[in-house]
């Protein structure tokens, strides 16, 4: 982070990619620019496309502050955390700062009500709650609430939701195989391009793969969701652990991963497996050996 953040600050201000550049002198990269927006630069750096770079910057926010940051004084804590913000804002784009949001939402309910055990389900019945209050009582839906707060272009979302509309029907249309690489049934107007990791499976794979992939993000999740009799520390790698996974399902709804980012996504997603193979008992013993 610390490598890419001086680049990502001079690429934002001067509007020049010094490190693709650099790669650039050696082999072929990508050099397509990325145009304005509001008039600020989207910082793309070494990825192809600066909501990647947002992204993938991004997605240690949680694990930096729970992880390295562990036992750490607050200025080292949130220093630490500020940068891997700063850093993945550079990207201008509403997917990677929606991410940030989610988890800096749920890193200050960690934080508020760390004594409650039972302060997940209690956050997900207000959810659910809230919900269900907006859904019934405002003009407007609660996606289009939120977005038109987290979307730097309105413009985006209702392409976006052209996409899922189109997308899903061809998934209807090719349920067992999908369309591969062929192209997908749209307006001739649109682009090929799906920005959304979820449906994307959907249409060139066929639902087996739509099912696949998120039984593979579910069972790692909830596997260690439920693993029990990790002391503190574990316990807190495990929070910082779950919180990036809920921001990565948070914005795959907004982007596809590929390249650099779909392997950092399947990386992280495996990286917590080891705390199922934590065992207490054995912990517990090394510890008082050690002390």
Sequence with gaps: MFLLLPFGILEFVSGQNIS?????????????AMPLRSGLTRVQSVFDHPILYGVVTGSIFALVHLVLGYQKDSFRRFFMTGIVGATSMLSVSSGPLTALVAQGGLLCWNGLLGGVRSRWIILIGLFAFISLFVE?????????????????DP??????????????????NNPLLGTGFGEWKRPEWMGSSIDNFWLLHAVRYGLPAAFLMPLAFFSIFAAVSFKKGLDAKLA????????TMTAFFIVAWTVHFWDAAYV????????????LDVNPKER????AQDV
Excluded: C, H, Q
């Design 264 to 275: 950092v996504f399947l990386f992280l997603m495996g990286s917590g497996v080891w705390i």
């Design 136 to 152: 019934l009582v405002a003009n407007r839906s609660l996606l289009d609430i939120v977005v038109s707060y987290f979307m730097f």
């Design 236 to 243: 807190e790698y495990r929070t910082g652990f779950l919180i």
């Design 20 to 32: 693709r550049d650099m790669f650039a002198m050696i082999l072929p990269t990508f050099t397509e």
């Design 155 to 172: 413009v985006s979302y209702w392409f976006r939701k052209m996409i899922w509309d189109y997308g899903t029907a061809s998934v209807l």
């Design 284 to 287: 517990s013993a090394l510890e």
